[in-house]
């Protein structure tokens, strides 16, 4: 199935007339799965290559005709790859579907709200747009946002090596036909110089409960500072970490290789995290058990009870639950359950499933609807 | 049956040894079933007569011999009364014991304590006890307590004119052989002035959960201050207010007859408050029913989930809970779940049930063992 999300569909907003909308809420994306190594701690490992056209004016310096054709060549290049194509242009896409992308981590919220050509207008009306593939949303290409090409390659559990590989791949199938800037000494030129070089970015995207529990985290932060990694929350920069959810990315590529940079993340620095957090996880077990137990079982009751839920604190208590099945303190609840609610209670996709925009206090009541029947007991226990 | 707990057991500590122990502990109070006019609102209803023997030095100037010959004389009077008589000497009574007598509201703190004489020595050896019927807890005779005699009259719901009747019999009874301190002008004549009077004091336990929902609660109690009522926690004096409930008293009884403030209890002040709660009950049942819901719902589930809790939490779920139940909000528990809990959920029920003193930790975990025990859904609903 090739499906073009572009343009046709008018000013309507929210619905679910676009097939792509319904089909992505209905499913949890690969990197939600819970598969993967080290899936205790680690949700997801994602790679970012930044990559710019050659003899263009770099996004936020380009007219508007240079975004035209970099979208055109771009766009052009990517639809000749794969099945399940799904290629969006996000002039004109109605707002909640635009979010939705942004919740579902296919598109940055700068990117849909059009802020990267730096020449007056309509900010809207600038050429942007997200390629990816539908059978599993591992990869997403971002054209026209802080670089022409921004490619984003997921995985769940603790897989960088994988997911740099699928980057790559598609990094390839440009290239062969579209030229990259870049220098023979700097490497990959991009609009921000912190990009400069591999124009790679790895991520993790961690669970630290535990951590947060014993008081330990504020350390495991300041210690990711120490070495150059920037912290994030769940929905990335500038974003709170209800649920105790943390992003990890390298802050430069500049000097140094991918393999350099891959390893640091991959076999220093994140696999003692991962450590850390598992052994204030044993520690919890084997002398609070009580506390773990009261403070995860709360939070099943909270959510199988409430009638109103902030966003914020439905992360926190999808957190805490997950705490609980991955250490089999819960045991009627799937961890797909607890991942699937991650999106599912965001307000792009409880205003999708429900038909049409919701005001705030009928989203809290129809976030604390949804928690309720998915996170219904099986009867396990 | 009749039956004695006084100083025969030695200095055992907590232990069921005594059958009126475990009798207590299997049963709730009639003052807490949750019948009688406006049980809504009304938990219960309360009279207490101060008395004091002509003759003897009031208690906190009385000798020790002075108020061993109160405690002889009182008790031999009582202890012709009715059946199921339980009569205790506080002195020598495990500590555990004398505490459950306490959260039953059968004695005061002050009493258990033993601070009354104002004499120097061990207070615990100041003779001190109390007579109550086990039927059904509705009287209650503390002796040597402030004054000589503290008859203490309890009903559910708001029935003040019931409760001041059983007073009165016990009164009549014991003035049938023992004189009473009187001044034919001043009336009876107490160790406090505030008392001298009438020597009676009404009180009703008020449940205002909605009040303390819409922010309107300080102005009630504000008015019930304005009109010399004192509002106090479910404990008594000094105790907080978890689970909204509030005991109201009129302050003095010096220059009225018990008729006038009877009235002015039970006919101006006390309806107007229930009124008042139930006008904010619709409002809330009209205009915030989803919030109303999800505030009940909550307290339910961490109810049913936790593993830990604290004596104060559990009775603000209670007072939640039981806003629930009598607002049908909740429909799979009963009342007389939650009134059985406020007694069995404190630190001396507790204590007794497990068969010794508990530490606090293991205090609370028993605490939500039990409530998740007894609030276990009945498959209603």
Redesign the interface.
């Known amino acids: 199935m090739n499906q073009d999300g572009q343009n046709q569909d008018g000013p309507s907003q929210g619905g679910q007339d676009e097939p792509w909308v319904s089909e992505l809420q209905g499913r949890c994306p690969e990197w939600l799965r819970g598969e993967g190594p080290a899936a205790d701690v680690v949700l997801s490992s994602r790679v970012r290559l930044a990559r710019n056209l050659a003899g263009m004016a770099f996004t936020p310096r380009a007219s508007q005709d240079d975004s035209e054709l970099v979208m055109t060549r771009v766009r052009a290049q990517l639809e000749q790859l794969g099945t399940d194509r799904l290629s969006i242009d996000l002039r004109g896409c109605p707002k909640e579907r635009g979010r939705l992308l942004v919740e579902r981590q296919l598109i940055s919220a700068a990117l849909l709200a059009g802020r990267q050509r730096q020449a007056k207008g309509d900010a809207n009306q600038d050429p942007r747009g997200v390629v990816t593939w539908l059978g599993d949303e591992r990869l997403a290409v971002m054209i026209n946002e802080e670089d022409h090409i921004r490619i984003q390659s997921l995985r769940s559990g603790f897989d960088l090596p994988s997911a740099l590989r699928s980057a790559d791949e598609i990094d390839d199938a440009i290239e062969a036909t579209l030229d990259y800037a870049f220098h023979p000494r700097l490497g990959y030129l991009t609009a921000c110089p912190t990009n400069v070089g591999t124009g790679a970015r790895f991520s993790v995207m961690l669970h630290l409960p535990a951590l947060a529990i014993t008081g330990d985290l504020e350390r495991a932060k300041r210690a990711a500072h120490d070495m150059a990694l920037a912290v994030r929350g769940f929905y990335g920069e500038g974003t709170e970490s209800a649920g105790d959810f943390f992003q990890l990315s390298n802050q430069t590529t500049l000097g140094r290789s991918e393999g350099m940079l891959l390893d640091e993340m991959a076999l220093e620095i994140v696999p003692q995290i991962i450590e850390y957090e598992r052994e204030s996880r044993r520690k919890l077990m084997n002398t609070q058990r009580?506390?773990l137990?009261?403070r995860v079982?709360?939070a099943?009751?909270?959510a199988?009870?409430?009638?109103?839920l902030s966003s914020e604190e439905a992360m926190k208590l999808l957190g805490l639950i997950r705490l609980g099945v991955v250490l089999r303190v819960i045991d009627d609840v799937a961890l797909p359950t607890v991942h699937g609610l991650m999106l599912a209670v965001q307000p792009a996709h409880l205003s999708l499933a429900h038909g049409g925009e919701l005001e705030s206090g009928d989203r809290r009541?129809a976030r604390?609807t949804l928690m309720r029947d998915r996170m219904k007991s099986k009867g396990a226990g």
Chains 1, 2 share one sequence.
């Open positions: 009580v506390l137990e009261d079982h709360r099943l009751g909270t199988r009870s409430a009638r109103l009541a604390a």
